[in-house]
């Protein structure tokens, strides 16, 4: 009886939950004096920023601001209209009058910078815009980085062409990759992901140095580099950009961007990228009958979704697969001579030849809404709301190998999900508090033959088979005063199965403006990875 009582309890609760939060949000339609609806009209609170914009039907949702009740409709070419709205208004329809005044067109124009230092935020951010990237346009992300004061590029070895970064001094493997704060390029894959992401498919990436967010992970310990793709929003239908160097080498990137809704609450981009060495000219300056860089093919293919609701919720989900080729070594070298290059160790004139296989597969899936209350602040006429958020991501990568005698194949599965909840006490101050896990399976095996075992018919194999499962939790604590203090700290707990350890994550910042041109920073914190002993040193094989 009790526990009838009990659900009948919470059944009211919720019930009241959901009839406090619609009785938060005002819901109305814009027309014009025709009665037509007004496609891009804008609704907000007055002496506030808080606002909203009208879908394709001139519906609008958008939720109460404490102590504001006037509001405001404004659209292109018609008077703006201000109305009281008292508590437990229904739905609402404004009307706009015609202001007979006719408009001519207006063209805005403006430059963007290449590459910039943020003055706002917690950390200095090293910011490389579209129009930096466009500086670079055969570019993939490793050689985006040229122009860069942060970033250090350089190849890790001949034999495998893997391009490398390096940031405070440490190899790229200690730089935290993100694609819109989701963590990639982690496992096997991690010494060529830079090379599966072209520059062209950006439109911004922003450089830190340093720790940063434990939200993130614990796996940024030099620096951490997030890029943003481009959207599925862009008002850029078809983008093409065509690349042909001195030694022949051709490169191609399509993107297009495209509403699948006529409301446009729901989009989509599909983004393209084929490369290529056309093998007409050996790679061998220095004529020692070895390619200085192995011959490659690339496809790359992504689709990402976006669906955005007018109460704030928003649902992004995506995949991207991507197929590689690598063949080194002699400059002559075929991949038909693998049978031939066996036979001829015990020669005179041996072989030597490399080839690198690599396919990998991704798919994500983000959740974002705002709940509760929102927090306004009088000085800033501006608001901030708390949040839930869920990320979901499967990552697949193959590799197939070989180095002369040596042969590596290599394959990992890895799921990972992250459950955060933003809190705004006020519009200063607000609290981080998540869960998160990472479960990888690795399947690897080393063939490390010498000419002897092929002479005597062995075949030595090392099997490194591992599940790495990881689980923690985290909680940052932000306050912050616009344009004179920031403090940031934050502190994560992770177990991982692999090494039966339980590792805890320390992590803090502060900036201060002394002055409207000097700028304060310090950060301090912890941070490590777990290494994969052939892929982050791959080139040892050869």
């Known amino acids: ?287 020692d009958g070895f390619l200085d860089l192995p011959k490659s093919n690339q496809i790359n293919v992504a689709n990402r979704w976006l669906y955005a609701a007018d109460n704030g919720l928003q649902v992004r989900w995506g995949w991207k697969y991507v197929r590689e080729n690598r063949l080194g070594g002699m400059a002559d070298y075929k991949k038909s001579l693998y049978d031939q290059m066996l036979q001829s160790v015990t020669t005179d004139k041996p072989l030597y030849g490399s080839e690198i296989r690599n396919r990998g597969a991704n798919a994500y899936f983000k959740l974002g809404m705002p709940v509760g209350p929102a927090v306004y602040d009088d000085e800033e006429q501006d608001e901030m709301r708390s949040n839930i958020a869920f990320v979901a991501d499967f990552d697949h990568f193959n590799e197939d190998s070989y180095f002369g005698l040596n042969t590596y194949r290599g394959n990992e599965n890895s799921v990972s999900a992250n459950l955060m909840y933003s809190h705004y006490f006020t519009y200063r101050s607000s609290l981080i508090v998540g869960v998160q896990t990472h479960l990888q399976s690795f399947n690897e095996r080393l063939w490390n033959r010498l000419p002897a075992d092929l002479a005597e018919g062995r075949n030595p194999l090392t099997n490194m088979d591992r599940n790495e499962n990881e689980v923690g939790a985290y909680a940052e604590y932000t306050y912050s005063i616009k344009d004179k203090f920031s403090v940031v700290a934050g502190v994560r707990g992770d177990y991982n199965t692999w090494y039966d350890k339980y590792y805890v994550t320390p992590r803090g910042h502060l900036r201060w403006n002394i002055t409207p041109s000097t700028t304060f920073r310090a950060s301090a914190g912890m941070g490590y990875r777990s290494t994969n002993v052939v892929t982050d040193n791959i080139g040892i094989l050869a």
Not at 12 to 31: D, F, M, P, T, Y
Not at 67 to 81: E, I, K, P, Y
């Open 1 to 287: 009886m009790k526990i009838n009582q009990a659900k009948i309890y919470l059944a009211s609760a919720l019930i009241l939950l959901c009839g406090a939060l619609r009785a938060q949000e005002i819901k109305g339609v814009v027309v014009d004096s025709d009665e037509q609806p007004l496609f891009g009209a804008s609704v907000y609170w007055a002496g506030t920023t808080v606002g909203t914009s009208t879908g394709l039907s001139g519906e609008f949702a958008l939720h109460r601001v404490k102590g504001r009740d006037r509001l405001v409709a404004s659209f292109l070419g018609c008077t703006n209209d201000t109305l009281r709205v008292e508590s437990g208004a229904g739905r609402l329809v404004i009307r706009l009058e015609p202001d007979g005044l006719a408009v001519e067109d207006v063209v805005i124009e403006g430059t963007q910078r290449g590459n910039f230092v943020k003055s706002d935020g917690i950390a200095k951010n090293e910011m490389i815009s579209f129009a930096g990237l466009c500086k670079m346009a055969c570019c993939n992300l490793a050689e985006s980085f040229e122009n860069s004061a942060s970033v250090t590029v350089g190849y890790s070895d001949a034999i495998s062409g893997a391009r490398q970064i390096k940031m405070l001094g440490l190899a790229g493997t200690y730089t935290q990759i993100l694609d819109e704060n989701r963590p990639i390029m982690r496992g096997l894959s991690a010494p060529y992901g830079l090379s599966y992401t072209p520059g062209m498919w950006l439109n911004s990436i922003q450089v830190s140095k340093g720790v940063a967010s434990v939200t993130a992970g614990h796996e940024a310990i030099t620096g951490q580099i997030n890029l943003e793709h481009r959207k599925p929003t862009d008002d850029e239908r078809l983008f093409v950009n065509l690349y042909l160097d001195d030694e022949l080498r051709p490169e191609a990137n399509i993107s297009t961007a495209f509403p699948v809704t006529r409301d446009k609450k729901l989009s989509s981009v599909i983004m393209l990228h084929g490369s290529m060495d056309t093998h007409v000219r050996d790679m061998d300056h220095n004529d």
